[in-house]
Structure formats: structure tokens, C-alpha cells
């Protein structure tokens, strides 16, 4: 699910790396004031590791297809967030170069949705809010299966979003969405739990490793319970105010409105887009082709739906879903917290 | 792609940084950004766009025949890549068919058009990735983003991924194997295993990170680490940014191909 | 001249887990001498050696390095004197090319770019690989990572020099490159190594440890031809002398 230069404006793109690019800035920043030397010699390693993981397969149970696992979450619960966010921005810039996976442009948007929401969001809030010290493998188990799977429908989304802005894609926003969302919540299924069978074993051999909780694996000394509600309930808004958009009975009528504000001016400032085409076969013969030029007015196009309607079904379906996800997770975050309360 | 293969690659890639060409020559810094220039360049153009974008062909040709890299190599890692993109774009000709051209009755959408300018910009700017790296060092890429403002310890952190890529992919490969021989079918490859597999990688991985730091403090380490400083602007890069830079924005915004379709058609009449 | 002396008191040290891995070591080691360090995989070797570069320090007893005692604070100042250079080069290499590594020691004592320079390149001449200055380590055979790992430590001019297994994954030739190359080093040297040929070659004295304790410290020549202590701590004739020695009836 790694986005491709080829799919991206130049102004999506930008934006993107100047996110990715100010978020390593602010992780060097923070890691320089409270590091352990150690630690450089060991993100290093761990992403070599990660690179090296990633090109071991296994069987996905019930589908015979091979997958491989995506490292993120396992790098936030080693290394704490920041470290975890240059790993992984470090795998991905030797991927981009090295495999070509997206391309340089891309990059810069590949980091952000690969890493800031495993070691931002899925990580602190979700994750550590779960796991305390020796937690029980079916602790471990379900805080890093919603960990990821939450990590991965956000990072799937703003490919979706993304994509959908550039403006290079005539998917339909809610069919692009069924397209993604649900093949990444089962990835984010079965790496969350490959992810805790990994915790679980190694704490077993290497309790160290895992288990360190203070230093820098917290996200900042006294991150308080305030403050984490506050970033749910934001995060919380977030989505909801995204879905909501999508689940709106006329989710086709928004996005041609984005399209429209991003598109227009670009389209009217290049003469005319359509002679450049025909200049490539004017080059191979002589007379000029038989043409017709659509009017003016038809230049915005607008995809002709198949037969069936997709629209209104698909994104009832997929705000169900989604929608579902936030409850649970809300349920879930109440819960810990009054269990946190009681123990006070 | 199966391991051995890839990890053949990466080594491939590497060994061909390693050359020493005109091209491999370049300053870093300069190709790193006369590349993304190009990049922001080719997809800046519009949906419908193919033609215009063929001149920028010159770019990764250049690299690719100045650098002395084999086109096979270049193009098989292109194809491998290539199935997001398409996946993604193939859906255009199918929710976008509004006819916009007919050259010779046939009739073209638009959703045609956009999807093949959507693989000629994959093509443009994939392989202008792998030919950045093609023709230039990784340790020379990590020192030129550290003399852009790149904090250092993301850089040298990089540095150890990159050293130790190889090292780790061997000890992957052999777990591979080892695997390998002692599995049938599907059986054998199951996740529990691979949890297994991966845990003792992980373990082996936090052991030999935590005996380079010892090597490392052996040596006097003391949280400075000193990334040694080679790099030299040339005349020549500056000239060879420049000229690239300017090319891209006038095959930008004046159409050369229209020009020059238009000159042949006036000299065929 | 005592600057260069090695001493260990009644040192004993147990790991986080509880294994005692040396059970009260002593001996003392002067300027100049060559000592083979030798057992089975698990006497205490390695956790020996880690002790005298104090990547670990002894629960008991004293160790001290040219008349400082070995503790959390004076360790910077005897990781000067003692040049390890560990089992696995690998783990000694980490930057991206040899001529990083082999200046990263030079330049953490402060030394200037000029001075650097200089010992890089003579470590690098004394090893044999002046070639592979630009070389990026993973390129690198066993015999030349090995080599470098080597160089790494000599640039640092250490008083003293203690190795973990040198000699494995080498084959022949280069082997026999090391041993030619540490016969010519006149540092104090103390080799731990399976390869009781190489230790006879190279160390006049050698120790042999059996579970965290010293059983026998004397020349290698005697220890070594002892089949009897040396099947005691389960151990063998060195290779080139299984066949020579002729088996006294008892």
C-alpha cells in the first residue's frame, strides 16, 4: 500500500514530506535531549532487521496467499515513538531507493502514513493504554491487534486521500474506499497478532527487550490522562468528521466540489491539453487525424456510473464498519480509564 | 519476488553505486535535487497529458547510459513495482469514458489517456529512483542529506541500517533455508513458525546491536559519532544542475512536441 | 615499564541471571609477554576478557591495568591501554567504509584530521590493507574484515592488546597471515582461542580456565604437549602434534 509518485500532485506531495520531514526533525529533537547512547547502534540494527523480517513469508491461514509483516507497531514497542518513527523512516528511504517502492516524491507521504500512526496514535493511545507491566498474552494479544488494524486503516485512508486529492484517479472516493479499507483491516489483523506473537516470545527469552517502560519509551514524563482523552476525542472527531463525510447520502457531490476548487485553476491555466495529444500523432503522420474537440463545457467530466449504483450502499457499508471500529474503541478507552480511576 | 532474488538485487544496486562514471561523479546533493526537481516536474502535469511528457525521457536515459547501468536491470525492477499504480489507474478508463479524442475513427476516452499518463510518470519517476541510487553511493546519499540539514543522528542511524542490511539479510536468508528444507508445501511456513523465526532474528539482532555498541565504546565512544566530510561542489555540478533544471522547466511549460509535430507537419505540406 | 602490567586479584563475576562465570582469577601479566588463553565454550574466556576492557566489571577481586584499578569510572581511561578486538569483526566494522572505522578510535582520543590520518594509514599498512582504505566493510572477505577489525584497534596505539578468537572463520592462508602479523606485534598480548596451534605459535605463556578457574598458568610449550591436563579440562593436543607425540604407555 505504498503510494506511488505517479499518483501524486505536486502540492500533495510537498505537503506530505513537509509533514514526514518536520516529524524527524521533532524525533531527532527529542531523542537528542533524552537518549540513551545505546540506542543508535540499535535503531540501526532494528531496521536492518525489519528490512530483513519483511522478506520472510508466511501463510496467511484460510487463504493460502503469503504476506509478510510491516514492522511498525514492533519498532514503537521496542524503541518508544520517536526512535520507532526514524526506523521506520530510515526502511522506507532505503525501500524508495533501493526497490523503488513509490518513488522519492512519494516518500515523503509513505513515511507519514507508515509511521506516524503506529507511533503516534497506535502506539501511545492505544497500545501502552492497554499493556502495563507484565500483562497477559491476551492482553498483549488484542492491544496490538487494535493497535495495528487501526494503525493501517488510517495509513490506507490518507493513501486514499491522498490519491483522491492529486486528482489523478477517477475512482469514486467510497469505491476507492472499499477497495482499501477492508483488505487492510484483515493485513492489520493478522500483523497485530503476528506483532503480539512476537512480543510474547521474545519477552519470554528477553524480558528486557520488551518490557522497559519508562525512559524513552514514553511519549513525554507526565503524559497525563487528560491529555490522552483530549487526543482521542480529537482523533475521535477527525474520523468521525471523515466518515460522516463519506457515509453523507451524496458522497460523489463532495469530492467533485474538492475537485472542482483543486482542479479548475490548473485546467485553464494550460491552453489546452487536447492539442498536445494530437501534436503525438501529427508527429507520426502528416494529415492531420479526424478529431472532434468536446465543447468547453465538457471538459469536466464526469464518470459514467456502471449500471449498478455503487454509491449509496457501498459507503453505508463502509461507514458501518468504520464507525463500528471507533465505537469499540471508545468503549474500550472508558473502560480502561474508570478501571485506572478505581485504582486511584 | 523470492529472498535470494532480492537480496541478489540490493546487492547489484550497491555494486553498481560503486562505479565510477561521469555521472557517479556528480555531487550527491546535486542529483538528489536536480532528481526530485524532475519528479515534481513530471507530475505536475495534467491528467490527460502524454506527449509533453515524453522529452523528460531524457532525464533517466541519461543517467542510465552516462552511468553505464544496464537497462535490463533497470527495467525489470520498474515492471516488479509497477502493480499499485496500475491497479489504481486502471480503473480510470473504466469510470472515465468520455470520448475526448477519435484519431482515425477510433475513439479514445479519457480515462485511456489519463491511464497511460499515469504509467508513463510511473515509469519517468521509478526509474529515476532506482537510477539516483544506481549512480550514486548510499554513504554518499547519507552524507549529502546531513550537509542538507538532515539531523544527524537520522543520519548516521541510517548509515548502521545500511551497513548492517547485508549482514542481517544474510542471517534471514539462512534462516530461510534452514526453513526451507524442513518444511512441505504449506506446512512449515505457518505463522507460528515464522513468529518463532522472527523472534530469534529479533533476539540475535538486539545481541549483536548491543556487541557493536561495545565495540564501539572500546574505541572511546562517547555519543559523538563524526561522519567524515567528502563531499566537493564542482563546476561542473552546478553547471550540470543548471542546464537540467532549466531543460525540465521550459519542456515544461512550452511544448516542444506540439513545436515540433507542428514544424513537421508544415514541411510535409 | 610497570605501566604495561596486567594484574587480576581473586576476581569473581556472575551474570545478571545468576550463573558464576569467574570463580576467583588471579595472575598478573607483564610488558611485552604473549599469553594464549584457552578452554572449552563456556570456562569463562570471553567473560574474562570483557572484564579487562571493563565492559564488565568483577563483582569481587581487583583488576588493574598498569596500576589502575579497574571501576565504572577509570574504564574510559583503560579502554586507552586496551585494545579488544572481538570475536566477530563483523561487530567491529559498523562504519560505512574502512577508512571510518579504522579513524573512529583516533578521533574519539582527540587527536587532529592530520594525526588521524596518519595512524589510519599506518594501521592500515602494518595489517596488509592500505588497498581497501574506501572499501565499505561488507564488502570485505572474512581474512580482510578480520585484518581491518585489527587495524581498528592499532590505530588507537594501545599498550596492550587482547583478542577473542582471531583465528576463526579464517582459512589457511590467512591464518597464517594473522599469525605472522601478531608474532610481529611486540604489544602485550593475551589471545583467547581454540586454536591451540596458533596460541603455541604465538604466546610463550599460556592459562587454561575450566569453569570460572584458573588449572593450570605456565609455558605454552608445557602446557600445551601435557595430554593428560590437557584431556583433564577437556581439551586436545594441538593439531600439529597429535601425530608427532608418541603415547608413553603408563
Redesign the interface.
Same mark, same amino acid.
Request: proline share 2%.
Given at each position: 500500500m505504498h503510494m506511488a509518485d505517479a499518483l501524486l500532485s505536486p502540492a500533495v506531495g510537498g505537503a506530505m514530506w513537509a509533514g514526514s520531514l518536520g516529524t524527524i526533525i521533532y524525533c531527532a529533537k527529542k531523542l537528542r535531549e533524552k537518549m540513551d547512547d545505546k540506542l543508535i547502534p540499535l535503531m540501526g540494527v532494528l531496521g536492518a532487521f525489519i528490512f530483513a523480517g519483511q522478506m520472510i513469508n508466511f501463510t496467511i491461514p484460510m487463504t493460502g496467499s503469503s504476506g509478510h509483516i510491516g514492522g511498525g507497531m514492533l519498532l514503537a514497542i521496542l524503541l518508544g515513538p520517536y526512535a520507532a518513527f526514524l526506523v521506520i523512516a530510515s526502511v522506507l528511504i532505503i525501500q524508495a531507493l533501493f526497490f523503488a517502492d513509490g518513488g522519492l516524491l512519494a516518500l515523503g507521504a509513505n513515511i507519514w502514513n507508515l509511521g506516524i500512526y503506529p507511533a503516534f496514535i497506535g502506539y501511545p493511545l492505544i497500545y501502552r493504554f492497554i499493556v502495563r507491566q507484565n500483562a497477559s498474552p491476551q492482553r498483549i494479544t488484542f492491544a496490538a491487534i487494535l493497535s495495528v488494524a487501526l494503525g493501517l486503516q488510517l495509513g490506507s485512508l490518507s493513501v486514499v486521500l491522498e490519491t483522491k486529492l492529486s486528482g489523478i484517479t477517477e475512482l469514486p472516493l467510497s469505491t476507492f474506499l472499499v477497495l482499501m479499507q477492508p483488505i487492510h483491516l484483515a493485513i492489520g489483523l493478522i500483523e497485530g497478532f503476528a506483532t503480539a506473537g512476537i512480543v510474547i516470545y521474545v519477552r519470554k527469552l528477553r524480558p528486557d527487550i520488551v518490557d522497559d517502560l519508562e525512559g524513552v519509551k514514553s511519549l513525554s514524563s507526565g503524559a497525563s490522562f487528560k491529555k490522552v482523552l483530549v487526543a482521542m476525542a480529537v482523533l475521535a472527531v477527525i474520523t468521525g468528521g471523515v466518515f460522516s463525510w463519506f457515509a453523507s447520502t451524496h458522497p460523489d457531490g463532495l469530492e467533485w466540489s474538492i475537485e472542482k476548487i483543486y482542479g479548475k485553476p490548473e485546467v485553464t491555466q494550460r491552453a489546452n491539453p487536447i492539442t498536445e495529444n494530437l501534436s503525438k500523432f501529427q508527429e507520426k503522420t502528416a494529415i492531420l487525424p479526424d478529431y472532434s474537440l468536446p465543447s468547453k463545457g465538457e471538459k469536466d467530466t464526469k464518470p459514467s456510473w456502471p449500471a449498478v449504483d455503487p454509491g449509496t450502499s457501498l459507503s453505508g457499508l463502509i461507514g458501518g464498519i468504520m464507525v463500528l471500529t471507533l465505537v469499540v474503541l471508545f468503549g474500550i478507552g472508558i473502560k480502561v480509564l474508570r478501571k485506572h480511576k478505581e485504582k486511584m | 519476488m523470492t529472498?535470494d532474488l532480492?537480496?541478489f538485487?540490493?546487492g547489484y544496486?550497491?555494486t553498481l553505486s560503486?562505479k565510477d562514471t561521469l555521472v557517479h561523479r556528480i555531487d550527491p546533493r546535486i542529483k538528489i535535487i536536480v532528481?526530485?526537481i524532475f519528479?515534481?516536474f513530471?507530475?505536475?502535469f495534467?491528467?490527460?497529458?502524454?506527449?509533453?511528457l515524453?522529452p523528460f525521457f531524457l532525464y533517466p536515459v541519461f543517467l542510465l547510459t552516462a552511468g553505464d547501468i544496464p537497462f535490463k536491470a533497470i527495467a525489470k525492477?520498474?515492471i516488479v513495482?509497477s502493480p499499485?499504480?496500475l491497479f489504481?489507474?486502471i480503473?480510470?478508463p473504466?469510470?472515465?469514458?468520455?470520448?475526448?479524442?477519435?484519431?482515425?475513427?477510433i475513439p479514445v476516452s479519457?480515462?485511456w489517456?489519463?491511464f497511460f499518463s499515469?504509467?508513463i510518470?510511473?515509469v519517468l519517476?521509478?526509474? &529515476?529512483? @532506482?537510477l =539516483? #541510487?544506481a549512480v550514486t553511493s548510499?554513504?554518499g546519499?547519507?552524507e549529502a542529506l546531513e550537509r542538507m540539514k538532515?539531523?544527524?543522528?537520522?543520519v548516521?542511524?541510517?548509515?548502521?541500517?545500511?551497513?548492517?542490511?547485508?549482514?542481517?539479510?544474510d542471517?534471514?536468508?539462512r534462516?530461510?533455508r534452514a526453513r526451507e528444507a524442513r518444511s512441505f508445501g504449506?506446512r512449515g511456513?505457518?505463522?507460528? &513458525?515464522? @513468529?518463532? =523465526? #522472527?523472534?530469534v532474528?529479533?533476539?540475535r539482532?538486539?545481541e549483536?546491536?548491543?556487541?557493536?555498541?561495545?565495540?564501539?565504546?572500546?574505541?572511546?565512544?562517547?555519543?559523538e559519532?563524526?561522519v567524515?566530510r567528502r563531499l566537493h561542489l564542482r563546476y561542473f555540478d552546478i553547471v550540470f544542475a543548471a542546464v537540467s533544471i532549466t531543460m525540465f522547466y521550459i519542456l515544461r511549460n512550452y511544448?516542444a512536441?506540439?513545436l @515540433?509535430?507542428?514544424t513537421?507537419?508544415r514541411l510535409?505540406? | 615499564m610497570s605501566h604495561h602490567i596486567v594484574e587480576l586479584k581473586d576476581v569473581f563475576y556472575s551474570y545478571p541471571d545468576g550463573t558464576e562465570a569467574l570463580k576467583g582469577i588471579s595472575f598478573r601479566v607483564i610488558h611485552g609477554e604473549s599469553v594464549g588463553l584457552v578452554g572449552t565454550n563456556g570456562a569463562g574466556k570471553t567473560t574474562l576478557l570483557l572484564n579487562l576492557n571493563g565492559h564488565l566489571i568483577p563483582a569481587r577481586g581487583e583488576i588493574s591495568i598498569g596500576e589502575v584499578p579497574l571501576s565504572k569510572g577509570t574504564r574510559q581511561e583503560i579502554r586507552r591501554k586496551v585494545g579488544f578486538v572481538f570475536q566477530r569483526p563483523d561487530d567491529q566494522l559498523f562504519m560505512p567504509i574502512v577508512y571510518e572505522d579504522v579513524a573512529f578510535g583516533p578521533i574519539n582520543l582527540g587527536l587532529s584530521m592530520e594525526k588521524v590520518d596518519e595512524r589510519v594509514n599506518n594501521a592500515l599498512e602494518m595489517v596488509g590493507c592500505l588497498h581497501l582504505k574506501n572499501r565499505p566493510p561488507h564488502r570485505l572477505s572474512e581474512g580482510q574484515k578480520r585484518s581491518v577489525a585489527i587495524a581498528t584497534v592499532m590505530a588507537m596505539k594501545p599498550d596492550i592488546l587482547v583478542m577473542d578468537e582471531p583465528g576463526s572463520n579464517l582459512d589457511p592462508k590467512s591464518r597464517r597471515q594473522l599469525i605472522n602479523l601478531l608474532k610481529g606485534f611486540k604489544h602485550t598480548k593475551i589471545i583467547a582461542s581454540h586454536d591451540l596451534d596458533m596460541i603455541l605459535d604465538v604466546c610463550e605463556r599460556c592459562i587454561i580456565i575450566k569453569d570460572g578457574k584458573i588449572v593450570a598458568d605456565g609455558s605454552s610449550e608445557e602446557l600445551l604437549l601435557n595430554e593428560t591436563l590437557l584431556e583433564e579440562n577437556n581439551l586436545e593436543l594441538p593439531l600439529s602434534r597429535q601425530y608427532l607425540y608418541v603415547k608413553r604407555p603408563f
Open positions: - | 529472498f532480492e537480496f538485487n540490493l544496486l550497491d560503486n532528481s526530485f519528479i515534481l513530471v507530475v505536475s495534467q491528467k490527460y497529458q502524454i506527449s509533453s515524453m525492477k520498474v513495482v499499485f499504480a489504481i489507474g480503473f480510470n473504466i469510470f472515465d469514458t468520455n470520448v475526448i479524442l477519435t484519431p482515425f475513427g479519457g480515462g489517456l489519463s499515469i504509467i510518470k510511473f519517476t521509478v526509474s &529515476t529512483a @532506482i =539516483l #541510487i548510499f554513504p546519499i547519507c538532515v539531523p544527524k543522528i537520522f548516521i542511524q541510517l548509515l548502521f541500517l545500511y551497513r548492517y542490511l547485508f549482514v542481517l539479510l542471517e534471514a536468508l534462516m530461510v504449506s511456513k505457518e505463522i507460528r &513458525t515464522f @513468529i518463532r =523465526l #522472527i523472534s532474528l529479533l533476539i539482532s538486539v549483536r546491536a548491543e556487541r557493536i555498541y561495545r565495540a564501539m565504546l572500546s574505541r572511546g565512544f562517547r555519543g559519532i563524526r567524515l511544448d512536441v506540439d @515540433i509535430g507542428a513537421l507537419n510535409l505540406r | -
